[in-house]
């Protein structure tokens, strides 16, 4: 078998090329390769310096994902990276794309790094619930400084050359051809010595005040709660500025091998993948190819629209968007641009992107201005008859072709699909709130969707930056139907004696950012909500009749002060007994073991019912659409990964202890009362 990795000489450098596309992954060739090829630069007396590089996209980009699960093959990176530094010769990496995990750790044993201007550098290892395994815990601070090092290890962010640059971590930014630059770099340094090996540095470990640890710990308490792996990154860059090098690695390992054999690592290894597999369309006939999408469109320029637009813009995608008076129009269109300032303003764009966006947005009051679009993208008001009235209108203006897309939570999109003459060009897109920003999205297959109209909605989302599941009809989809009984449960719970707090407390505690009625607090209480305020049928209606519409009023499920703090509702506790009252609800001690089981559980059985009727493709869709959509910790790996680490018996035996309560709106799913019996499993 050809070695992905090749050298040539240029004078007296050599050059060791890495080809192991798509992103050079550090598979067990390129690992042997990179060892035999500093084998041949020691042995030749006229190699003076060595340049490490790489050709396609990228710089090594980190492990070889194919070898997860694998028992290692030697050499392992932590020898591959010590037999780089420990080199006769000094050795430059030469970064383009990007450089992470591995990769990262390869340049680091390397004695000086260029990198095109472009490139990123970052140790994402904590977001499979691991640290950066090959002493780069130990290089990283004593290279780009204490503080730096905490931020990339902790948080798994990349973060550009020109900040690698002033950190220390770059040696020199590179504008043009890269690997002459490298090479020149190269024979600029050939003969320094000692050799600048990363592991011997301590000139950058002098910003490791007293307590930087401590404070950098509590100013990302929130980011970090419930996971283990950011305390554990902490923890190896601290000893960093402890240990020497060779007792620091020997920790670094312990710690590394602490959260591999953990369930939080396993979860969010597991979580990787399946957000990889969610991009794979079942049944789809071969040779299927996409609908070109060069122009887009989208009905209603408020809050879901305007967001919608947005990511299309920002992919340089041109959009129209429509809404029905002036004043909205301009509305929507300045709470776009602000939004992209404030991007601006934060450093995240820069004013000429800003100007690039808006610059590709045409806002309009005429319907027929969508004629030329590709896709059309409705986001008008939740209402069936409304949602047909904007179809039909399209279905005469529409060119040929093009896709019409319903970005609806909870509608039959078959039911809209059949009321105009082109079915099999409908589908929905399911944007979530904040739409530009959040990464999840629905793409909802209807039973007369074309194959092309599914694979080109699933590209299209890859294009805006979105992780896209493919859902089957039916009310509320995947997410939002699994979110149902939850929230029915929840308020039963209510009424038999649990409060807000406490069952908002216990999600909280088990890792979801905010609990039911936080979150009804947040969204609005009064979303959906009839507008009668003489029809009190439910708990939320008394609310909403009281103008208690959550924090846009300072009054919920829960009481706000001048800065939108909660603190328990009297109000509300009386509302809730007062109910239970009139419905003869027998109020008692409620435990958190019980809400679990009856707000959690219950997810966990409507999703094995939406695998059995076909709605979702896999259990890890998913879990996907929950850790993205909802917030479910991805350190539990989503609920049908929970479930199985639970045990499907014990879920089961639970809801079983609840099902006189949960009755009638409660019924068991026959697929996880059948692989419960056999001892199976959703996931594994």
């Given at each position: 078998?050809?070695?992905?990795?090749?050298?040539?000489?240029?004078?007296?450098?050599?050059?060791?090329?890495?080809?192991?596309?798509?992103?050079?992954?550090l598979?067990?060739?390129v690992?042997?390769?990179?060892?035999?090829?500093?084998?041949?630069?020691?042995?030749?007396d006229?190699?003076?310096?060595?340049?490490?590089?790489?050709?396609?996209?990228?710089?090594?980009?980190?492990?070889?994902?194919?070898?997860?699960?694998?028992?290692?093959?030697?050499?392992?990176?932590?020898?591959?990276?010590?037999?780089?530094?420990?080199?006769?010769?000094?050795?430059?990496?030469?970064?383009?794309?990007?450089?992470?995990?591995?990769?990262?750790?390869?340049?680091l044993?390397?004695?000086?790094r260029?990198?095109?201007?472009?490139?990123?550098?970052?140790?994402?290892?904590?977001?499979?619930?691991?640290?950066?395994?090959?002493?780069?815990?130990?290089?990283?601070?004593?290279?780009?400084?204490?503080?730096?090092?905490?931020?990339?290890?902790?948080?798994?962010?990349?973060?550009?050359?020109?900040?690698?640059?002033?950190?220390?971590?770059?040696?020199?930014?590179?504008?043009?051809?890269?690997?002459?630059?490298?090479?020149?770099?190269?024979?600029?340094v050939?003969?320094?010595?000692?050799?600048?090996?990363?592991?011997?540095?301590?000139?950058?470990?002098?910003?490791?005040?007293?307590?930087?640890?401590?404070?950098?710990?509590?100013?990302?308490?929130?980011?970090?709660?419930?996971?283990?792996?950011?305390?554990?990154?902490?923890?190896?860059?601290?000893?960093?500025?402890?240990?020497?090098?060779a007792?620091g690695?020997?920790?670094?390992?312990?710690?590394?091998?602490?959260?591999?054999?953990?369930?939080?690592?396993?979860?969010?290894?597991?979580?990787?993948?399946?957000?990889?597999?969610?991009?794979?369309?079942?049944?789809?006939?071969?040779?299927?190819e996409?609908?070109?999408?060069h122009?887009?469109?989208?009905?209603?320029?408020?809050?879901?629209?305007?967001?919608?637009?947005?990511?299309?813009?920002?992919?340089?995608?041109?959009?129209?968007?429509?809404?029905?008076?002036?004043?909205?129009?301009?509305?929507?269109?300045?709470?776009?641009?602000?939004?992209?300032?404030?991007?601006?303003?934060?450093?995240?764009?820069?004013?000429?992107?800003?100007?690039?966006a808006?610059?590709?947005?045409?806002?309009?009051?005429?319907?027929?201005?969508?004629?030329?679009?590709?896709?059309v993208?409705?986001?008008?008001?939740?209402?069936?008859?409304?949602?047909?009235?904007?179809?039909?209108?399209?279905?005469?203006?529409?060119?040929?072709?093009?896709i019409?897309?319903?970005?609806?939570?909870?509608?039959?999109?078959?039911?809209?699909?059949?009321?105009?003459?082109?079915?099999?060009?409908?589908?929905?897109?399911h944007?979530?709130?904040?739409?530009?920003?959040?990464k999840?999205?629905?793409?909802?297959?209807?039973?007369?969707?074309?194959?092309?109209?599914?694979?080109?909605?699933?590209?299209?989302?890859?294009?805006?930056?979105?992780?896209?599941?493919?859902?089957?009809?039916?009310?509320?989809?995947?997410?939002?139907?699994?979110?149902?009984?939850?929230?029915?449960?929840?308020?039963?719970?209510?009424?038999?004696?649990?409060?807000?707090?406490?069952?908002?407390?216990?999600?909280?505690?088990?890792?979801?950012?905010?609990?039911?009625?936080?979150?009804?607090?947040?969204?609005?209480?009064?979303i959906?909500?009839?507008?009668?305020?003489t029809?009190?049928?439910?708990?939320?209606?008394?609310?909403?009749?009281?103008?208690?519409?959550?924090?846009?009023?300072?009054?919920?499920?829960?009481?706000?002060?001048?800065?939108?703090?909660?603190?328990?509702?009297?109000?509300?506790?009386?509302?809730?007994?007062?109910?239970?009252?009139?419905?003869?609800?027998?109020?008692?001690?409620?435990?958190?073991?019980?809400?679990?089981?009856?707000?959690?559980?219950?997810?966990?059985?409507?999703?094995?019912?939406?695998?059995?009727?076909?709605i979702?493709?896999?259990?890890?869709?998913?879990?996907v659409v929950?850790?993205?959509?909802?917030?479910?910790?991805?350190?539990?790996?989503?609920?049908?990964?929970?479930?199985?680490?639970?045990?499907?018996?014990?879920?089961?035996?639970?809801?079983?202890?609840?099902?006189?309560?949960?009755?009638?709106?409660?019924s068991?799913?026959?697929?996880?009362?059948?692989?419960?019996?056999?001892?199976?499993?959703?996931?594994?």
């Open positions: 078998m050809t070695s992905p990795i090749s050298t040539r000489r240029h004078g007296d450098v050599l050059i060791i090329l890495s080809n192991n596309p798509p992103v050079n992954a598979s067990t060739s690992r042997q390769g990179l060892v035999d090829a500093i084998a041949e630069a020691e042995g030749d006229a190699v003076k310096a060595v340049v490490i590089a790489c050709e396609g996209q990228t710089f090594f980009a980190g492990a070889d994902i194919t070898e997860f699960g694998k028992p290692p093959q030697q050499p392992w990176l932590p020898v591959v990276v010590d037999t780089i530094e420990n080199c006769s010769k000094p050795v430059v990496a030469a970064i383009h794309g990007t450089a992470l995990g591995g990769g990262l750790e390869v340049a044993g390397c004695h000086y260029v990198a095109d201007k472009s490139a990123k550098l970052g140790t994402p290892e904590v977001k499979l619930g691991l640290l950066p395994g090959a002493g780069g815990t130990q290089r990283l601070p004593r290279v780009a400084g204490v503080r730096k090092a905490l931020e990339m290890c902790a948080t798994g962010n990349p973060i550009g050359a020109k900040d690698a640059f002033d950190c220390g971590l770059v040696d020199r930014l590179v504008e043009g051809e890269l690997i002459p630059h490298a090479v020149a770099y190269a024979e600029e050939r003969d320094i010595r000692p050799l600048a090996k990363s592991s011997e540095r301590q000139d950058r470990m002098a910003d490791s005040a007293p307590g930087i640890f401590d404070e950098f710990r509590t100013a990302n308490a929130k980011k970090f709660r419930g996971f283990e792996a950011p305390l554990k990154n902490i923890e190896a860059v601290e000893v960093a500025t402890q240990k020497p090098f007792e690695v020997i920790e670094e390992r312990k710690l590394f091998m602490e959260l591999m054999s953990g369930e939080q690592s396993a979860a969010q290894r597991y979580f990787f993948f399946a957000e990889r597999k969610a991009s794979k369309i079942e049944g789809l006939p071969e040779n299927t996409p609908r070109p999408i122009k887009v469109g989208v009905i209603g320029a408020g809050t879901m629209g305007g967001g919608i637009a947005m990511n299309f813009l920002s992919a340089g995608i041109p959009v129209t968007i429509v809404e029905m008076g002036p004043e909205a129009l301009d509305r929507g269109a300045g709470v776009m641009r602000k939004n992209y300032e404030a991007s601006a303003a934060r450093g995240k764009l820069t004013a000429e992107q800003v100007e690039r808006m610059g590709q947005l045409s806002p309009t009051l005429d319907f027929a201005a969508l004629a030329d679009c590709d896709l993208i409705e986001a008008v008001y939740e209402n069936m008859d409304v949602k047909k009235d904007v179809f039909a209108r399209l279905d005469k203006i529409a060119k040929p072709g093009a019409l897309a319903s970005n609806t939570s909870y509608l039959d999109v078959d039911e809209i699909a059949a009321s105009i003459s082109r079915p099999a060009d409908v589908l929905g897109m944007f979530f709130s904040p739409a530009n920003i959040m999840l999205l629905e793409i909802v297959r209807g039973a007369k969707t074309a194959p092309d109209v599914l694979l080109t909605a699933m590209g299209i989302a890859k294009k805006i930056r979105k992780v896209a599941v493919v859902a089957g009809v039916c009310h509320g989809f995947i997410g939002n139907r699994m979110l149902m009984p939850r929230q029915i449960e929840a308020t039963k719970l209510l009424l038999e004696g649990a409060t807000p707090e406490q069952i908002d407390r216990v999600h909280v505690e088990f890792g979801m950012p905010m609990g039911p009625f936080q979150m009804a607090d947040l969204a609005g209480v009064d959906g909500w009839h507008r009668d305020p029809r009190v049928e439910t708990i939320r209606d008394q609310l909403c009749a009281m103008e208690r519409w959550g924090q846009k009023k300072g009054a919920g499920f829960y009481d706000y002060d001048e800065k939108r703090r909660p603190s328990p509702s009297p109000v509300v506790q009386q509302v809730i007994e007062d109910f239970a009252s009139k419905q003869s609800v027998q109020r008692r001690e409620i435990s958190d073991q019980e809400i679990v089981e009856r707000t959690l559980y219950t997810m966990v059985n409507e999703g094995a019912k939406i695998l059995e009727e076909g979702a493709q896999r259990a890890s869709d998913i879990d929950w850790v993205y959509g909802y917030g479910w910790p991805v350190y539990r790996g989503g609920p049908m990964y929970w479930a199985d680490s639970v045990g499907l018996a014990k879920i089961v035996e639970g809801l079983k202890g609840q099902e006189e309560r949960m009755k009638p709106a409660f068991f799913s026959q697929l996880l009362l059948d692989k419960a019996a056999k001892g199976e499993s959703f996931t594994r």
